[in-house]
């Protein structure tokens, strides 16, 4: 059994969604219960469903030293560095530290393979044409390797590409080691982006709803696939620290099936008790769970039930996929920051999309927005391959 | 100057092309023996079924992992897990991509959901009935030495044994000449935090700067760590084969190298 962590301050945060750039967009979206999502207009061939896209990405220009790793993946990540004053942030804490002391700690199912698609489809003569001659971008570590860059970082540069769960592993991965004096500090976060794979793929699999997701609807049909990018700045909490506090972390495997989650969330519910356990809180202590809630049939029926028989009344749940859709390997930072947004702003998010209950649900569901106190709060964040991740946050240090 | 991280070497698994386990390898690099004709990496430790469905990293680093946790006398089942490739499966990715530029709707769902990063590891847990955390990592041309830094620290930060896969499948068609991976490796560990019944200990720390990689003058491992990313391993590999009690370093960032020394229980 785990040992309680010592809790770690969020120094800065920032997300880039379908609700648009920053903080400021999410949390306006969350307060009006305002969804993003829209028709695809984005897969290389038509495919009639519903996606959650950044606008503004193909106007992104890296500048010249970063032109090695121009995508649109890259593009995501970049836009979404510079919101927030996430940037300064990180500048400040390679300062203080030193480059080699700050480790970028990054979750992406499928990186830029865009651009790999992208090359595929304007082969020169069977081979990558000379504008994609690239290696940097066709390996699932682009993303790190571009941060890396970005902040001239020479600490541990890690992918985790663990599906659906990777951006909030590496939560896990920071704080061991910051706990075992590797670093003083890590980014963690992620960013994926619309892609043929993911599009073609999830339609292949017979997981893509034709309508906007309806997370927990007892007819719900699957899913929405969206991008983002988000990043969080982990550090040890100073002295009257005012930063949220990144409290608690549990993972575990279902060992059940590649594409299908356990019958009866056994791989969720061991995350979620690592998680309590490492917290030191019990579930009655938790406020608000921003859950996986993807709106397949699976995933939001194992979900529900395990919220159902394990949560008191007073904890409230939702999705935030009908807001921003499924956005993979960014899904556990984008919902981290959704998290930190309600417990900064009192407010429990929507779960937008969903109208009918779903019978495994209980009296936990918030179908609205609601005002709410929210002191201590869960993500969840489930995998392909069985992979399962939950976090825990509480609103600020002391002063909550 | 004390080592960051400390573990404990309770089993070793190998794959390369003319060396299908541990104990071949280290015929070949200690006993002077040939390299033997390659063959497909048995993943024994697979249900039949699922080694027929499974794709070559699958198979590969199922095949190093159930060689390394046999020697801890472990139970697969308890043991957290990190599996590490620079690329995972090349070959579905240069399908997927092939068939997305011609035919989209005609994506296999089969090698969709193979095609994720941890796919071994969801493979390898569901088959060793292990709900201990699993993870998929890379680190680009690192992904070697990033993946034993993060097997090292979750073992030292849980104090539990972790078993450690690194692999990397030959590259093919258009991306093959991007990732320049040229021929299959793969190896594994079980790292523990407590020396009982270990065969070496590894201690690590990370130091900056990348020194990149040295020819050992053995022309069949010099040739076999150019391969492949995870191959960047192999001057490990073979001084633990050797028992070298020595000192390496092994890049595990752009600019970030593992001090390792090696020693041994007597």
């Not at chain 1, 301050?9 to 920032?14: F, G, M, S, W």
């Not at chain 1, 749940?317 to 981290?336: C, N, P, R, V, Y």
């Not at chain 2, 801890?72 to 070959?91: E, I, K, N, R, Y």
Request: charged fraction near 15%; hydrophobic fraction near 45%.
């Amino acid at each position: 059994m785990p040992h309680p962590m010592s809790p770690l301050a969020v120094r800065a945060y920032t997300a880039t969604s379908a609700l648009g750039h920053g903080l400021a967009a999410h949390a306006e979206a969350l307060a009006l219960s305002r969804g993003g999502l829209r028709p695809n207009d984005i897969s290389s061939a038509p495919l009639d469903c519903w996606i959650g896209r950044v606008d503004g990405v193909e106007q992104v220009a890296l500048p010249g030293p970063l032109a090695e790793w121009d995508c649109r993946n890259n593009r995501l990540a970049w836009l979404a560095l510079r919101q927030d004053g996430f940037m300064d942030a990180v500048r400040d804490a390679r300062a203080r530290y030193g480059a080699s002391r700050v480790a970028v700690l990054l979750g992406t199912s499928t990186a830029s393979i865009g651009a790999t698609e992208e090359g595929y489809r304007r082969l020169d003569h069977g081979r990558m044409p000379a504008d994609l001659h690239r290696p940097v971008l066709h390996t699932p570590h682009s993303l790190a390797g571009f941060v890396a860059t970005v902040f001239d970082l020479e600490g541990p540069c890690l992918t985790v590409a663990t599906a659906c769960s990777s951006s909030a592993k590496v939560f896990a991965n920071a704080e061991r080691m910051i706990r075992l004096g590797l670093v003083d500090a890590a980014i963690v976060g992620g960013t994926d982006t619309l892609c043929d794979s993911v599009l073609f793929g999830f339609n292949s699999l017979e997981l893509v709803s034709p309508s906007p997701c309806r997370p927990f609807d007892a007819e719900r049909d699957g899913i929405s696939i969206g991008e983002a990018a988000g990043f969080a700045l982990i550090e040890r909490p100073q002295e009257d620290d005012d930063a949220p506090l990144f409290i608690g972390y549990g993972e575990a495997s279902d060992a059940h099936h590649m594409s299908t989650p356990h019958p009866e969330g056994l791989g969720a519910e061991l995350a979620l008790r690592d998680t309590l356990d490492r917290a030191g809180i019990e579930a009655i202590d938790v406020d608000y769970i921003n859950l996986h809630g993807t709106a397949s049939q699976k995933n939001d029926e194992v979900e529900a039930a395990l919220v159902t028989r394990f949560f008191p009344d007073t904890t409230r749940a939702s999705s935030t996929k009908g807001f921003t859709g499924h956005t993979l390997g960014a899904a556990g930072i984008l919902e981290a920051v959704m998290t930190l947004l309600a417990m900064r702003d009192g407010v429990v998010p929507a779960n937008l999309g969903g109208t009918t209950p779903d019978p495994h649900c209980g009296a936990q569901m918030a179908w609205h927005a609601e005002r709410a106190d929210i002191r201590i709060a869960l993500s969840n964040s489930f995998g392909f391959g069985g992979n399962n991740a939950c976090l825990a946050f509480s609103r600020q240090g002391g002063a909550a | 100057m004390s080592a960051a991280l400390t573990v404990w070497v309770q089993g070793i698994g190998l794959w390369a092309p003319g060396a299908a386990d541990w104990h071949a390898f280290g015929d070949i690099v200690a006993r002077g023996a040939e390299p033997s004709a390659t063959t497909r990496p048995p993943a024994e430790i697979l249900p039949p079924n699922e080694r027929r469905r499974a794709p070559e990293s699958v198979l590969l680093a199922a095949t190093a992992a159930g060689q390394a946790v046999r020697m801890s006398g472990l139970d697969a089942a308890t043991l957290p897990c990190v599996f590490s490739s620079a690329h995972g499966d090349q070959a579905i990715t240069d399908y997927m991509c092939e068939t997305l530029a011609s035919a989209p709707r005609e994506l296999s769902p089969t090698k969709f959901h193979n095609s994720v990063h941890n796919a071994p590891a969801g493979y390898w847990t569901i088959a060793t009935h292990c709900h201990a955390s699993s993870s998929a990592v890379s680190g680009g041309e690192y992904a070697f030495g990033a993946g034993l830094l993060e097997a090292a620290t979750l073992a030292v930060a849980d104090d539990h044994p972790v078993l450690l896969a690194c692999y990397d499948i030959a590259g093919t068609g258009p991306l093959g000449s991007m990732t320049s991976t040229t021929g299959a490796f793969a190896l594994a560990f079980v790292l523990s935090p407590h020396a009982h019944g270990a065969a070496a200990r590894m201690d690590l720390s990370p130091e900056p700067c990348n020194t990149g990689a040295e020819a050992s003058g053995h022309a069949w491992l010099d040739a076999l760590a150019a391969s492949n990313p995870s191959a960047r391993a192999v001057p490990l590999m073979a001084a633990l084969a050797k028992t070298h009690a020595t000192a390496l370093r092994v890049p595990a960032a752009h600019e970030l190298d593992l001090h390792i020394d090696l020693g041994y229980p007597t």
